[in-house]
Nanobody
Framework: QVQLVESGGGLVQPGGSLRVSCAVS????????TAWFRQAPGKEREFVAG????????YYRDSVKGRFTISRDNGKNVVYLDMNSLKPEDTAVYYC???????????????????WGQGTLVTVSS
């Protein structure tokens, strides 16, 4: 049974920083692409950042480039999302996802991922 458990969400002021983590159990991260998606109230879930299966390539949606960084520790089976210069529009539930069949052209697609966490809420507000 593969489980992804996010943590680290919370309330942060605009301009602040936060790290959310995703602990993976039941399967090693090696050979899996991993990604973060988010869903704001009343909006559809959207891609935020992705990490390729091989090669360590990273991908970001335009609105977070230069502010967010996805990384992972294969030894610890943990995926991270470091978020800096946070804005109120970054407020959302952040979901971690993993998949073995994800390729470059599909890394931004929710349908490409097999496993999902339950989400962690990030609120950016003063």
């Amino acid at each position: 049974q593969v489980q992804l458990v996010e943590s680290g969400g919370g309330l942060v002021q605009p301009g602040g920083s936060l790290r959310v983590s995703c602990a993976v159990s039941g399967r090693t991260l090696s050979g899996h692409a991993t990604a973060w998606f988010r869903q704001a109230p009343g909006k559809e879930r959207e891609f935020v950042a992705g990490y390729s299966r091989t090669g360590g390539y990273t991908y970001y949606r335009d609105s977070v480039k230069g502010r967010f960084t996805i990384s992972r520790d294969n030894g610890k089976n943990v995926v991270y999302l470091d978020m800096n210069s946070l804005k109120p529009e970054d407020t959302a539930v952040y979901y971690c996802a993993a998949g073995m069949r994800v390729i470059t052209s599909s890394i931004r697609s929710q349908n490409a991922y097999d496993f999902w966490g339950q989400g962690t809420l990030v609120t950016v507000s003063s």
